[in-house]
């Protein structure tokens, strides 16, 4: 069965630096997202992304963050200056008509 | 976007059939019901959705109210595996943002 996959599993970066979370979604989808999820609380919606520009952003989604589709397949979420509040479960999903899949998530520590 | 009100939590035994309530009284005529669920220490996972007539799939049923005001996940036979956050959402398309709530915490004991 087709899945997102996501890349690192893990990570840890020091605060001030630039971190990129990156995401396989499923081939054929059109819509990619990320999420978040701080340790305890609600799955958060930062971004939406389609026909390769932004179609919808939260107001988490500050100027911090980008994202990209540099190539046919990858997606990829920076933050460019970590902040201690950005430590979190990021998840990317991709969607094509019915329902949004979802990748295991990266485990985002900043210290 | 219109709200979703769900049991904080429910509990069911293994092999018996579950009923998960979502209230969404405010709901618009073009929203779509959606469930998801969140098995520990994973991402979401889409369970199914509908507009306005009862839908089936392999993982789950979805009852719909006439009136569209609430809606009904059922899992016919709870297994350890289903032990997870439900949430129901609502969206304006069959995909699209979501915007999750709490949830309900659905434990299954053996």
């Known amino acids: 069965e087709p899945e997102v996959t996501q890349t690192p599993s893990h990570q840890v970066t020091q605060m001030g630096q630039e971190v990129i979370l990156r995401c396989v979604p499923i081939?054929?989808?059109?819509?990619f997202y990320w999420y978040r999820q701080i340790l305890g609380q609600k799955v958060e919606f930062l971004v939406s992304?389609?026909?390769?520009?932004?179609?919808?952003k939260s107001e988490i989604f500050d100027d911090q963050f980008s994202v990209e589709r540099p190539d046919g397949s990858n997606f990829t979420l920076k933050i460019r200056s970590t902040k201690l509040e950005d430590s979190a479960m990021y998840f990317c999903?991709?969607?094509?008509?019915?329902?949004?899949?979802f990748g295991q998530g990266t485990r985002l520590t900043v210290v | 976007d219109a709200k979703t009100t769900q049991p904080n939590s429910m509990e069911s035994n293994e092999e018996e059939p579950v009923h998960l309530p979502c209230n969404h009284s405010?709901?618009?005529?073009?929203?779509?019901i959606h469930w998801y669920r969140q098995l520990p220490s994973q991402g979401p996972e889409y369970v199914i959705h509908?507009?306005?007539s009862n839908v089936n799939n392999r993982m789950a049923s979805l009852a719909i109210a006439e009136d569209r005001k609430s809606s009904t996940l059922i899992l016919h036979r709870a297994t350890l595996r289903d032990a997870a956050v439900y949430y129901c959402?609502?969206?304006?398309?069959?995909?699209?943002?979501?915007?999750f709530g709490q949830g309900t915490i659905l434990t299954v004991h053996p």
């Open positions: 999903a991709s969607s094509y008509m019915i329902g949004a899949f």
């Open positions: 081939s054929n989808h059109l819509y």
């Open positions: 992304f389609y026909n390769n520009e932004i179609s919808e």
């Open positions: 405010t709901i618009s005529g073009t929203d779509y």
């Open positions: 509908g507009l306005t």
């Open positions: 959402i609502l969206g304006g398309t069959s995909y699209g943002k979501l915007t």
